[in-house]
Structure formats: C-alpha cells, structure tokens
C-alpha cells in the first residue's frame, strides 16, 4: 500500500508540473508582441494663416487618414465646429485623437465639411457692399466637392505618436462672386512649424503680409493685435512686404524690408514695422 501511494503521488505532481508548463506557454512572453505594442497615437491639429475677417466658423463632420496598403482609417467621426480666424499666431486646435493607430504609413488626410459654415465680414473691409463700422454675417457656398484631400507622409511605430499640423489658407479659400461668397478650402500641412517669422505693425488697424523670394510666396493677414506668424517657411533670405489696408480713394502705402534671413530651427522675430 505505501508503494502504491507513493507511486500515486509522484505520478500527481508530475501531471501538476506538466499542466503548468502547458498554462505557461498559452501565455505570451513579457518579451512578446501584444496588440498593446501595435499601434501609436495619431493627432491632427489646425492653426490658421488669418484673412481680412471678422470671423469664419466651419463646421467638420469627419476626419480621415489613408493608411497604405489597408485604406482609409477614421479619426473623428463626431461633428465640430471650429472658429478659423481665432487660431492665429500659434494658437492651434485639437481636429482629431486616435489613441489606437495601426503602425504603418499614412499618405493622405481627408476633412469632410457640413452644411453649416458662416463667414463674418469686417465692417471696414469694404466687400460685399459691407462698409463703416458694420459688419454682416453670411452663410457660404461651396464650389466643389466638401471633401479636402490633404497629402501628408506619416510613419506610426509602435508606442509612437505621429503629429500633423494643418494650416486653414483663408485668404485662398473665400472667393466673392456677385456678392455671394463661395468657400472652397485650401488646408496644407506645416511640415516645419518651428521655422518661420514673426513680428508687428503698428499705425494700421489691418495689413497683408508677404515674404518672397525666387521659389516661394506666402501671405497672411495680422490678427486683432497687430501681430503677424508665418510658420512653415524654409529656410533662405525672403523679401517681407507690408501692405496696410486702405480705403478706395487712398493710395496704398507699403513697407519693404530686404534680406531677411530664416534661419531653420528659428521663429524669427522681425521686431516692430510703424506706419
């Protein structure tokens, strides 16, 4: 009897033992692949390069990115409305969170439109039949497809985190036409937003500025401080024209300052331009 209980239990702990090694191999390894390690965090922002408005409200009912070789992946499907002209000099917004992104390239972004966008005109503008100190409030049309197609090149890793920073070109996406006013959305993305220029005018309520040289031209509007940003420049020696806003029977007065240098890395801060 007792060798027949000691055979019992050996051959009971050797089932315990094999059926532990069998528990611990279904388990992966902490070395092992999880789904946890698949994936990255995806963000889309939107800053604004401003525009002779009081203000331009749009509203964004779907954010989409392509994600090679599998399709297009959603971002945000929930309806927003985002006020443009209050993203200026660096203020930026949250379009899109995606805290689950399949690792793998993203090569374009699509922003779907609604039916619900409303510019503002400023009282001092002088389009539209809108002058002095009123202001009016239209509902735009659209000329085109609502849908923006954006190319981007992104490459999520796993435990990574990709950023894309659009920019909402106003001046370039509001068209006048008999009065009615047609959008059709130029967004691109600022692939550099440490580069660029700054600075601020004085002596005028409102100006366009541009800086130029042989390959590029960009252009935005200074904000409600009489400020100015222009991210997303590369580097090189610009031409910075100022060009203040004028009434009809006023001959436009500008300001030129030659060879700036943009140097890459550097917000440059051209100081303060007086008119």
């Known amino acids: 009897m007792k060798t027949l209980k000691l055979t019992s ?35 889309v922002k939107m800053t604004d390069a401003p525009g002779n408005y009081a203000a331009l409200d749009v509203q964004i009912t779907g954010i989409d990115a392509y994600l090679e070789n599998d399709g297009w992946v959603s971002l945000n499907n929930e309806i927003q409305h985002v006020s443009v ?11 899109a969170y995606k805290g689950m992104a399949t690792v793998g390239t993203y090569s374009k972004l699509r922003i779907t ?18 002058s002095g100190n009123g202001s009016a409030t239209v509902q735009l049309l659209w000329d085109g497809p609502r ?12 435990n990574s985190e990709a950023e894309v920073l659009l920019d909402f070109q106003v001046v370039q996406s509001i068209k006048e036409i008999a009065q009615q006013y047609i959008i059709n959305p130029v967004i691109t993305e600022i692939k550099d937003a440490s580069t660029g220029l ?8 409102n100006a366009a ?27 090189g020696v610009y031409n910075l024209v100022v060009i203040p806003e004028t009434t009809s029977t006023e001959l436009p007065q500008e300001q030129r300052i030659e060879n ?11 100081g303060i331009i007086n008119f």
């Open 260 to 270: 700036v240098l943009i140097s890459k890395g550097e917000i440059k801060h051209i």
């Open 85 to 95: 002209l209050s993203l200026t000099n660096g203020v930026e917004t949250l379009l």
């Open 198 to 205: 700054r600075g601020e005018v004085q002596g005028t309520a």
């Open 147 to 158: 849908e923006v197609i954006i190319e981007i090149n992104e490459q999520i890793f796993a």
């Open 209 to 235: 500025i541009i800086i130029t040289n042989e390959s590029t031209e960009l252009s935005t509007y200074l904000d409600a401080s009489g400020n100015f940003l222009i991210r997303g420049v590369d580097e």
């Open 9 to 43: 239990m050996v051959i009971a702990s050797l089932l315990f033992v094999f059926t532990s090694c069998q528990k611990e191999d279904t388990y992966p390894s902490s070395n092992s692949n999880s789904s946890s390690t698949q994936s990255g965090t995806f963000k």
């Open 113 to 130: 439109f609604g039916n619900d966008n409303r510019l503002t005109l400023s009282g001092s503008s002088g389009v539209g039949g809108v």
